[in-house]
């Protein structure tokens, strides 16, 4: 997993020295990565998410409290 996790880093900032940007799928696979890494790192007590599932479960949608 560290030597996945070197490569994209590499991959990334060869992207942004290159193209001033990264690509979509080099970082999906970054995130992926540090989700593992850190699931990981916690001994495997906490299931892994990526950025995106901590972003969308920190945004909640109002819910109704009136009953009918």
Known sequence: MEILNSKVHRQLDHEYTQDYEPD???ESRHEELRAELDYRA????ESPT???D???????????????
Do not use: F, K, V, Y
């Open 54 to 68: 901590a972003q969308e479960s920190s945004i909640q949608e109002p819910q109704d409290t009136a009953t009918a």
């Open 24 to 26: 979509p799928e080099t």
């Open 42 to 45: 916690t001994g495997g007590n």
């Open 50 to 52: 990526d950025g995106r």
